[in-house]
T-cell receptor, first 110, second 111 residues
Framework: RKEVEQDPGPFNVPEGATVAFNCTYS??????FFWYRQDCRKEPKLLMS???SGNEDGRFTAQLNRASQYISLLIRDSKLSDSATYLC???????????FGTGTRLTIIP | DAGVIQSPRHEVTEMGQEVTLRCKPI?????LFWYRQTMMRGLELLIY????????DSGMPEDRFSAKMPNASFSTLKIQPSEPRDSAVYFC?????????FGPGTRLTVL
């Protein structure tokens, strides 16, 4: 079983809609979680960290469910510019290895 | 801040040739990571350094791959000899805490 698993998509969503995707992790000792965004032919960039209490940044909300070992990303009022691949990331804490998921591709349709 | 710098941005070479990828991390960052990204396997960690010392190279696929970090501002990833299955995008990333800052990547094609 992969350490971090995501639905690869693609998710094709109309502009203005709300979209959510989950990511599961296998190591119950994992402490650090993030969502990265990667545009086509670009490098990954940090979108947001994921905290136990959940966190929100504008239209984006990230949540952690330790009991079921998954994290989620919710995008409200989606924009064309949200089209990208979203990478789920998990690790044990500190600055050791973080494991990246293979990504979920999202396309926002006008 | 210039961010993480990688060179070359694109490399096309023939099977059997030596390939050297270069990375300059963000000044002050004490961790440096080399990743490889393919459609099939996603983003894989190859090796990482802390304060110029290799910490974990368990992700290096085989002996054809080697990495060095002679000082805090420079690292290389070398493939010798290269094979078509090495074709991928290679990213270098640096960090001070958990947030990784990635370079633009080197797109390697081995014919």
């Amino acid at each position: 079983r992969k350490e971090v698993e995501q639905d690869p998509g693609p998710f094709n969503v109309p502009e203005g809609a709300t979209v959510a995707f989950n990511c599961t992790y296998s190591n119950s000792a994992s402490q650090s979680f993030f969502w990265y965004r990667q545009d086509c032919r670009k490098e990954p960039k940090l979108l947001m960290s994921v905290y136990s209490s959940g966190n929100e940044d504008g239209r984006f909300t990230a949540q952690l469910n330790r009991a079921s070992q998954y994290i989620s990303l919710l995008i409200r009022d989606s924009k064309l510019s949200d089209s990208a691949t979203y990478l789920c990331v998990g690790g044990l804490g500190g600055n050791e290895k973080l494991t990246f998921g293979t990504g979920t591709r999202l396309t926002i349709i006008p | 801040d210039a961010g993480v710098i990688q060179s070359p941005r694109h490399e096309v070479t023939e099977m059997g040739q030596e390939v050297t990828l270069r990375c300059k991390p963000i000044s002050g960052h004490d961790y440096l990571f080399w990743y490889r990204q393919t459609m099939m396997r996603g983003l894989e960690l190859l090796i990482y350094f802390n304060n110029n010392v290799p910490i974990d190279d368990s992700g290096m696929p085989e002996d054809r791959f080697s990495a060095k970090m002679p000082n805090a501002s420079f690292s290389t990833l070398k493939i010798q000899p290269s094979e078509p299955r090495d074709s991928a995008v290679y990213f270098c990333a640096s960090s001070l805490k958990t947030r990784r800052f990635f370079g633009p990547g080197t797109r390697l094609t081995v014919l």
